[in-house]
């Protein structure tokens, strides 16, 4: 239209045939680019179109897998909880309560004895609750360590501040077996140092106990606490086990063992005290 246009204004204004081409051409091109532009408009329009397509339909698929993902956890959970431990074990446990935040940390050491093998097993690492912040596994540098040939593999069942660990051992325990977890669970006394007073709840009852409520044939906590004036204290609420004198070890630091030779499936509060300088 536009060059229709052009051509019938350059015959009645009788304006000189070179002129008229040159005109008609600079036309014909702004309408070609016009015309270029219009279409690659049009393509982004529909690419932008499949682009939100394919983002909805990768969005329904990976909520899907998150939902099956999530699934599989919940059923190995479950039948965690439900199923009888195929063994007995000595749990040693070192609670150091660190100067500062970093240097917080917890080691577990454990001799099994399977009945007739471990294959995997769960776990809750002792991580802060005071917040409602996830707890993730490599935020507290989680290691299992197995000093006979066998590894431990850790995978993490639900990330709330209540962090929950499936173990994987290969080969599977057939035998007495000695092994090991230890981690930092970064600020875990902070309370206690800011206001001098924390406690730690540890649960022995056995989710599903066929007949013996608990699989620990001894249990010890060792608590390690920071040099001070006046030593700290431990006591377990309800006065189950026995708890030594607060002693020097030779870094210094104070030393307090809890220990109970028959563990019977209970819940254990220990209360912490210790006065720290300002």
């Known amino acids: 239209m536009l060059i229709g246009l052009a051509s019938g204004v350059a015959q009645l204004g009788g304006i000189p045939t070179r002129t008229a081409q040159r005109f008609l051409t600079a036309v014909f091109l702004a309408c070609l680019l016009y015309f270029v532009v219009r279409l690659w408009q049009l393509a982004f329009v529909v690419k932008i179109r499949q682009l939100k397509a394919d983002l909805l339909e990768a969005t329904k698929a990976l909520a899907l897998q998150r939902a099956g993902h999530q699934h599989y956890l919940d059923a190995i959970q479950r039948m965690s909880d439900r199923e009888k431990p195929l ?112 406690q730690l709840v540890w649960d022995d009852r056995l989710p599903a106990a066929g007949g013996t409520p608990s699989a620990f044939t001894r249990f010890v906590v060792t608590f390690s606490f920071p040099d001070s004036d006046q030593p700290p204290s431990v006591k377990e609420r309800q006065g189950h086990g026995r708890i030594s004198e607060p002693q020097r070890d030779p870094r210094g630091r104070w030393e307090v063992v809890w220990r109970d030779e028959e563990p019977a499936g209970r819940r254990y509060v220990w209360d912490l005290t210790q006065a720290f300088g300002s």
């Open 87 to 198: 063994f007995s074990e000595t749990l040693e446990v070192l609670v150091t309560v660190g100067d500062d935040d970093e240097s917080d940390r917890i080691v577990e050491k454990r001799m099994t004895t399977p009945e007739p093998l471990v294959t995997h097993r769960t776990m809750r690492p002792i991580v802060p609750t005071d917040t409602d912040r996830l707890v993730r596994l490599d935020e507290i540098s989680f290691k299992a360590l197995r000093p006979v040939a066998g590894t431990i593999t850790a995978l993490p069942l639900e990330q709330t501040r209540l962090l929950r660990l499936w173990l994987i051992f290969d080969p599977a325990m057939t035998s007495p077996t000695e092994w090991q977890v230890e981690y930092r669970p970064r600020g875990l006394w902070r309370p206690l140092r800011e206001r001098g007073w924390d």
